[in-house]
């Protein structure tokens, strides 16, 4: 019986070509909904981080008299002040956006994403929360990033870095590298997460995290005392 020649045509060169294109158009089409929902949980990962530090200040303030981590001289870091007590883990300290990788040698090996906006007095007396004239203006802790062109983060939780600064500002607990950063950490770099004095946090542009939005003579969301300290 004679096979049916139908069954046994093959693709022709265009056929193939023709599948091939449709299905990197459809790639084309799914990649960029895959992106976009993988930077979405990451931003909520970031604000879920901030969120369980400001857990961890407040709970570390009840038991210190009102004074904010990281006002007290280095090297005791604000993260030493908060792990193992307050905060679970140093791996919260990471946001998801830094890709610096993770290391298993203990907490000085451990990135840290995030700094405080705490400078020490110069006679070492630790600053009560209670000196913030505008809490829930004032950025307590935001993402710590270098001045590179795409996102990228500086500091570690060594003895050597007691801290990590914000936008490169003086008013910050310093490490090093410093330099100011060029953009958010996502939403192609014109959003950044932050977590302010009263606690709470939420999502800014980075237009409004980085500029300081005070009057003359007021107090601003970097500088929460007049005179600083």
């Given at each position: 019986m004679a096979r049916n020649s139908h069954f046994l045509r093959a693709f022709t060169l265009i056929e193939l070509i023709v599948v091939l294109a449709i299905i990197a158009i459809l790639m084309s089409m799914v990649y960029p909904m895959y992106t976009n929902m993988s930077e979405r949980a990451k931003a909520t990962k970031d604000l879920s981080n901030l969120r369980q530090i400001g857990i961890a200040t407040q709970t570390y303030m009840n038991d210190s008299d009102g004074v904010l981590p990281g006002s007290i001289t280095p090297p005791v870091t604000w993260m030493?002040?908060?792990?193992?007590?307050?905060?679970?883990?140093?791996?919260?300290?990471?946001?998801?956006?830094?890709?610096?990788?993770?290391?298993?040698?203990?907490?000085?090996?451990?990135?840290?994403?995030?700094?405080?906006?705490?400078?020490?007095?110069?006679?070492?007396?630790?600053?009560?929360?209670?000196?913030i004239s505008k809490p829930t203006?004032?950025?307590?802790?935001?993402?710590?990033?270098?001045?590179?062109?795409?996102?990228?983060?500086?500091?570690?939780?060594?003895?050597?870095?007691?801290?990590?600064?914000?936008?490169?500002?003086?008013?910050?607990?310093?490490?090093?590298?410093?330099?100011?950063?060029?953009?958010?950490?996502?939403?192609?770099?014109?959003r950044i997460n932050a977590l302010f004095a009263d606690l709470h946090s939420e999502t800014l542009t980075w237009t409004a995290f980085a500029g300081t939005g005070a009057n003359p003579g007021e107090p601003d969301q970097w500088t929460p005392y007049i005179p600083y300290p």
């Amino acid at each position: 019986m004679a096979r049916n020649s139908h069954f046994l045509r093959a693709f022709t060169l265009i056929e193939l070509i023709v599948v091939l294109a449709i299905i990197a158009i459809l790639m084309s089409m799914v990649y960029p909904m895959y992106t976009n929902m993988s930077e979405r949980a990451k931003a909520t990962k970031d604000l879920s981080n901030l969120r369980q530090i400001g857990i961890a200040t407040q709970t570390y303030m009840n038991d210190s008299d009102g004074v904010l981590p990281g006002s007290i001289t280095p090297p005791v870091t604000w993260m030493s002040q908060l792990t193992p007590k307050y905060f679970s883990g140093w791996r919260g300290f990471q946001s998801p956006f830094d890709k610096r990788p993770r290391s298993e040698a203990g907490n000085d090996a451990t990135p840290v994403s995030y700094g405080i906006n705490v400078k020490v007095y110069a006679n070492n007396v630790p600053i009560p929360a209670t000196r913030i004239s505008k809490p829930t203006a004032f950025i307590l802790f935001a993402p710590a990033q270098d001045n590179s062109a795409t996102v990228a983060f500086q500091g570690t939780g060594t003895a050597a870095a007691p801290g990590v600064n914000l936008l490169g500002l003086t008013n910050t607990v310093a490490s090093t590298p410093g330099g100011v950063a060029t953009g958010g950490t996502h939403n192609s770099r014109k959003r950044i997460n932050a977590l302010f004095a009263d606690l709470h946090s939420e999502t800014l542009t980075w237009t409004a995290f980085a500029g300081t939005g005070a009057n003359p003579g007021e107090p601003d969301q970097w500088t929460p005392y007049i005179p600083y300290p």
